[in-house]
């Protein structure tokens, strides 16, 4: 997190002065004034009548003291440090973001503290902490320059008042500055310049670049720098020597050691934590929870962790880097993989941009402009306005595992120090000095003085106070909380205070919250991913294989982690275990088998091993119960140990050998520096540098091992021969695109460079859809392999969500590249939005007056063919068209959703779910003319070769079925289309009687529905039945032509176009077959044909599909069986029908699917068991009429009823009429039920049952017994086979642990 340059021993590297060159005098920055002319141009300014002087950066509408000037680094010292080279280009653009700034007398002028750093390409960070402050214009040329600039400003703004005969002294008010709706008086009173009247006042910034994030240290020092030299008094040495001894003689801390330096005026104190303890954090957390509130807070981190896109927004440049750095020091021990920007320059904005996950800052103008920042991407954006405590969430981003207990924890530990969990909304400069006036007065009361409790109850202390009233009253107006303060010690108690803590109160205190805070983060993670280690896949091979195939392992195995885990952690840990942040910790665990650990990964291991040791929890039972931080008061005590008592002092500054006359002092102004004694550090420095302090031996090794680590990298890379800005992305191919743009180079903002960004961020994007796509489709096949008996299944319903949802964020990042003109929130579809008008509009102009045809029929030749053709098997169900615009308006009537980015998603599941993805983007990104008008020339929907491979990679999706759509989307109305199909040759195809038939899915059924008579295709519209299992088919056998002899019903869902067969073969009529009225049909998904004329129209393949399995269709009526199986065959389809029972419910339950289809279904367990019951059965009889098995069922039952007892042994007999009884129950109340099913379908009916409530294993031996059985039966029978029927009788009760539950179709009307 705090990774330092592993050669620096050193406090600071760098001191930097930072301002206006007089030499060069008033540049304007050409890159803030191009960016502020491309941002009018997004807001609607003519392309045509660009702003006047673009090339040169002026622009006449803002007055000359709001205009953005180049500021330059003046000085810096030393000159270069080896191990950290200085980047001028990027320290002048993160010390002064917005470039010089123009005071007056009039306006404030007070000096500001910010920080930034600069990630290196390996990683490693440097600081930079930063006071701006203001400095009289002395160069006369600069006032002269500014008075010019004036001059020309207003014959502009009046010539364009009075061209304009409407325009009003308000219009010209708002044009001098907009945005402020004060008088015009005062506007020209703050943005006038008079080089007679006026004094100008130029920014100018002192600036300390270090190795660790010492942010309070250098804050102090900074201050005290300054004041030395805004004082009246000079400084007791000069500023060489303060600054000489910051650079050269004042060490880092060793880890675990606390330091003490000298200010210009008084010591500066920090502390580093120890080996064992959370990395360095020396920014207040107790700011960020007071700016965002704890909840808003909570949920920023969750998006973090998410790998969401964060855009921080704020007009303080120090607010940006609290937040920043606070919520990535939260996420411990993991850390952020992507483009990490905390303060974006006014010249990097084109950077918002970046189709990858980010975490920038970008300065607001004005307290409330987000209305008018328009950016290009916010389907994944989470955007947080810091000033006015506001968060904007993306939608349906799972929740962090025990959120209220975990708010509840950190409130308790703000409350412990007086914070509001809910934040501080007025936590500005004016609150805070009027809260220290209101503190001082009480401090200052002689009533009070002998109060002995430090934490008082304000209101009861100013109830009998006029003054102290009157300051509440005020207190209350600007909104500072003062219900319970800490009353400041006497002067003598503080002079106490002060010899035991070497530091002030309230820097303590915000040391103890900020450690406490952090722990309590980091132990929600030792508790989530305790066990995690058990996971982690160890690979066979060394460390330079492992390292160059990374891409091709699979190191962690989710599958299993996640079902280890409670039921609420997994839609929020399903997601986070496929982040960068995780892929990569996990990285380091691994590699930790060859080299040193991680700092971090070494902390955390550490932390899970004492946690293990203390606690009694059994590792492999996971619960989801909360269990609270119990190291708080230790890591408090920790730090103010360190603090109480410094472990080493640095040497003190002193008078430096500098020349006559340098170092004069003027009060204002900071002097000019003798740079040959800042230069160079002194000879003995090791000798003379700090009493008995050297860099800790332990840490000097990690820090070689670091080194060793980045130069193995480099060595690799440079074999590789890649160049600099490609270095490990070779090594570690499967990390994120982000990895390698971690920040954006600030040192050459070239037109060339900007466009090599964006086409890493295409080849980036390219390669991220290759390995989404590669992984659903791996993981989904091999779940398909699984329905087909091979392997074990390593992916859930939960992990296919998680993968879909992470490819909908790729496509909307994928439309969100480069985009000119965008509607709502989604760019994608904004994008469809657009289509879908120039479409209607040219349907409009083709459509001839007279004919009004539907949208769907005007289709081009891409629907077309379909149309003319019919489907293999001569089944006359109409072909749905293949129509874009169609699916859009499907989504676009869905009133169950209400956003944009909803509507995208929908969208997108339901292509996949049709398999037209591919082809529909596809229709959507060749659209040239509509494609120019929406996209930059440099986006990524604009290069044509990485389009085609992208559109590859998607239709590789097409070989493994998804219901992505129908599974999510569970309560719209869904038309479906069913179409009845009788076998012509040898029936009628219409029958006299009245139809009727009901359809049943995972999600509920339709009810009866009566068949118009003479109509065999019926179209009906429900609630969504899900994947569709049965249908019942039946009619009132009335009319002369009454029986009717069904081949099979075909059933579609008009949206998904999911087509299901129900196959039937067989008669409905009496007197005819078995004598059924009604038949339970199981249905089974058909696999689309391919449109060859569709794939002839682009240059990729044609659509895969999976290999469909054979059916076979059994006619039984026709007598047109083939062959008997022998006694073989009918044990193995039994042993297989269990089975698959047994591993349906071995499943999670939401991974299941349909038990009707493996109990009634072709392999099902009832057709194995009529299989075994058929086996010598002699069913023909005189004249050739059937009979049946159930005709033996009902014949045993008469047998059972009115059987005489005889002499066997009256236990055996009581069981024995127990089982006889239940048998006729089950079978007499099948008989008596109000249904038309025929002697097949009770037979069917009879098997579930006995199924279900676990009684087939006492009928199949009753059966067996049965004297019938001789009558009807040959000798060879199975079930005259003792050892067979034994056999089964023992299958069958491994069924007996299972809960099995009838669909409603198949028991309705059944009492028992």
């Not at 506007?187 to 002192?206: A, G, H, M, P």
């Not at 008008?837 to 001839?848: G, N």
């Not at 569709?1094 to 009526?1117: A, D, E, G, Y």
Request: proline share 5%; with cysteine.
């Amino acid at each position: 997190m705090t990774s330092s340059s592993s050669g620096s021993c050193r406090f600071a590297d760098y001191f930097v002065l930072a301002g206006i060159d007089t030499d060069s005098g008033l540049e304007p920055d050409e890159l803030s004034a191009l960016c502020q002319w491309l941002e009018a141009q997004r807001y609607g300014r003519s392309q045509d009548n660009p702003c006047p002087n673009k090339a040169s950066g002026e622009n006449f509408d803002q007055s000359p003291l709001r205009r953005t000037f180049k500021s330059k680094v003046l000085a810096h010292y030393p000159q270069n440090v080896e191990y950290n080279p200085f980047d001028q280009d990027a320290v002048n653009m993160l010390c002064m973001p917005k470039g010089l700034s123009f005071r007056t007398q009039a306006e404030s002028r007070d000096p500001l503290f910010h920080s930034f750093l600069i990630t290196r390409e390996d990683g490693s960070r440097t600081y930079g902490f930063v006071l701006t402050f203001y400095e009289e214009v002395t160069c006369k040329q600069i006032c002269s320059a500014m008075q010019t600039l004036y001059q020309m400003h207003n014959v502009e703004q009046y010539s364009s008042v009075y061209a304009s005969s409407s325009c009003s002294m308000d219009s010209l008010a708002s044009s001098i500055d907009e945005g402020d709706s004060t008088s015009l008086a005062k506007l020209q009173r703050y943005n006038s310049y008079d080089i007679s009247r006026d004094t100008l006042y130029v920014s100018k910034c002192i600036c300390l670049i270090t190795p660790l994030p010492f942010m309070q240290a250098c804050r102090k020092f900074l201050l005290q720098l300054h004041k030395a030299v805004s004082s009246q008094q000079p400084p007791p040495l000069p500023l060489e020597s303060y600054i000489h001894n910051v650079l050269y003689e004042v060490p880092l801390p060793p880890p675990g050691r606390s330091l003490k330096f000298s200010g210009v005026y008084g010591p500066v104190i920090c502390q580093r934590p120890g080996l064992t303890e959370l990395p360095l954090f020396d920014f207040p957390l107790r700011e960020a929870f007071e700016l965002l509130g704890l909840e808003n807070l909570v949920q920023l981190f969750t998006c973090v962790l998410l790998e969401m896109q964060i855009l921080l927004y704020s007009q303080d440049y120090q607010r940006l880097m609290t937040v920043a750095e606070g919520i990535t020091t939260l996420l411990f021990p993991f850390q952020w993989q992507h483009v990490y920007v905390p303060i974006l320059p006014a010249s990097l904005l084109h950077f918002l941009d970046a189709p990858v996950p980010y975490l920038m800052g970008l300065q607001s103008k004005e307290p409330n402009d987000r209305s008018k920042l328009e950016l290009p991407q916010e389907a994944n954006l989470c955007f947080v306005d810091i000033d006015n405590h506001f968060i904007e969430l993306p939608e349906d981003f799972p929740q962090f595992p025990n959120k209220l207990e975990f708010i509840q924890e950190i409130s308790e530990v703000l409350l412990h120090f007086g914070i509001p969990p809910e934040g501080n909304l007025h936590c500005s400069e004016s609150a805070t000095k009027l809260k220290n006036l209101v503190l001082d007065d009480l401090v200052n009361d002689k009533k009070n003085g002998n109060l002995t409790a430090n934490t008082i109850n304000m209101y009861e202390l100013l109830k009998g106070n006029e003054t102290l009233a009157r300051l509440q009253a005020l207190a209350k107006r600007t909104g500072v909380t003062v219900e319970k303060m800490e009353i400041a010690p006497p002067p003598a108690a503080a002079k106490e205070k002060d010899t035991k803590c070497q530091c002030s109160e309230e820097e303590l205190r915000d040391y103890k919250l900020t450690v406490q805070l952090r722990e309590v983060f980091a132990n929600r993670f030792t508790q989530m991913f305790a066990d995690y280690e058990a996971f982690v896949i160890q690979p066979t091979q060394d460390m330079d294989s492992w390292l160059t195939n990374r891409e091709q392992m699979q190191n962690f195995d989710k599958a299993s982690f996640l079902s280890d885990q409670p039921e609420p952690y997994l839609p929020f840990l399903s997601h986070f275990i496929e982040t960068q942040m995780f892929a990569t910790f996990i990285d380091n665990k691994i590699v930790s088998l060859w080299e040193e650990k991680d700092p971090l990964l070494r902390v955390f291991d550490s932390r899970i091993e004492k946690m293990k040791i203390y606690s009694v929890r059994i590792p492999t039972l996971r619960s989801s119960n909360y269990q609270k931080c119990t190291v708080l008061k230790e890591a408090a005590q920790a730090i103010e140990q360190r603090l109480v008592k410094i472990d080493h002092t640095a040497i003190h500054p002193h008078l430096l050998d500098m020349k006559i006359g340098q170092g004069k002092y003027e009060q204002g102004f900071f002097p000019k520096l003798q740079s040959d004694v800042l230069s160079t550090g002194p000879t003995n420095n090791k000798k003379r540098t700090f009493t008995g302090c050297i860099c800790d031996s332990r840490w000097a090794n990690r820090s070689a091992t670091a080194q060793r680590r980045k130069d193995r990298l480099r060595q690799h890379s440079e074999h590789l021969a890649l160049d600099n800005d490609l270095k490990e992305k070779y090594i570690q191919e499967a990390r994120s695109i982000g990895k390698n743009l971690r920040q954006p180079k600030l040192s050459d903002l070239s037109p060339a460079v900007i466009a090599q960004t964006n086409w890493k961020f295409v080849e980036g994007l390219l390669k991220e859809c290759r390995i989404k796509t590669k992984r659903m489709l791996v993981e989904k096949m091999g779940h398909e392999a699984v329905e087909l008996g091979h392997g074990e299944a390593n992916i859930t319903g939960l992990e296919e969500n998680t993968l879909i949802a992470s490819l909908c964020d790729l496509l909307e990042r994928i439309w969100s590249h480069g985009l000119l003109i965008k509607q709502g929130k989604s760019a994608l579809w904004s994008h469809l939005l657009h289509y879908q008008e120039s479409e209607e509009k040219r349907e409009a102009m083709v459509e001839t007056p007279g004919e009004q045809m539907s949208l769907y029929k005007k289709r081009p030749s891409l629907a077309a063919g379909p149309e003319r053709r019919r489907s293999d098997s001569g089944l006359n169900l109409p072909t749905l068209r293949v129509s874009l615009i169609h699916d859009m308006r499907h989504v676009q009537h869905m009133s169950e959703i209400k956003t944009d980015v909803g509507r995208a998603r929908a969208w997108i599941r339901l292509s996949l779910e049709k398999k037209v993805l591919s082809q529909q983007l596809k229709q959507l990104m060749f659209n040239q003319a509509l494609i120019k008008k929406l996209y930059k020339r440099y986006a990524f929907l604009r290069c044509e070769d990485e389009k085609e491979q992208f559109l590859y990679h998607l239709l590789s999706l097409n070989a493994v079925d998804y219901f992505c759509f129908t599974s999510v989307f569970t309560t719209i109305m869904i038309p479906y289309r069913a179409v009845i199909i009788p076998i012509k040759k040898l029936s009628n195809s219409i029958t006299t009687s009245n139809p009727w038939i009901s359809v049943s899915g995972e999600l509920g059924d339709t009810g009866v529905m009566q068949v118009p008579k003479n109509v065999l295709e019926m179209t009906f519209e429900c609630q969504n039945l899900g994947k569709l299992t049965t249908v019942q088919i039946g009619h009132d056998n009335s009319g002369l032509l009454a029986k009717w002899l069904v081949d099979c019903v075909m059933v579609r869902n008009e949206i998904t176009g999911h087509t299901y067969r129900f196959p039937c073969g067989r008669w409905l009529g009496k007197g005819v077959d078995d004598g059924s009225l009604e038949r339970i049909l199981v249905g089974e998904l058909i696999t689309p044909v391919v449109e060859e004329d569709l794939s002839k129209q682009c240059r990729t393949p044609p659509q895969l599909r999976s290999p469909t399995v054979t059916r076979r269709l059994s006619i039984t009526s026709l007598g047109g069986k083939t062959g008997k199986p022998n006694a073989g065959q009918i044990q193995e389809g039994i042993g297989e029908s269990i089975n698959n029972i047994v591993k349906h419910f071995h499943k999670p339950e939401k991974e299941r699917g349909s038990l009707t289809i493996l109990l009634c279904g072709e392999y099902g367990l009832v057709s194995a068991l009529e299989q075994v019951f058929h086996h010598g059965f002699k069913s023909a009889r005189l004249f050739q009429k059937n009979v049946f098995i159930w005709d033996f069922i009902e014949k045993a039952v008469t047998y059972f009823e009115t059987a005489e007892e005889d002499e066997e042994s009256q236990e055996n007999l009581l069981q024995l009429k127990a089982c006889s009884a239940t048998f006729c129950q089950y079978v007499n109340a099948i008989t008596a039920a109000p249904r038309n099913i025929g002697k097949d379908g009770k037979l069917q009916l009879l098997v579930c049952l006995g199924a279900r409530d676990h009684l087939l294993p006492q009928w199949i031996p009753l059966l067996a017994e049965c004297p019938v059985i001789s009558r009807m039966y040959e000798d060879g029978a199975l079930l005259r086979d003792h050892a067979t029927v034994n056999s089964l009788i023992r299958v069958l009760q491994t069924l007996h642990e299972f809960n099995i539950t009838l669909e409603a179709s198949l028991v309705k009307g059944i009492d028992l």
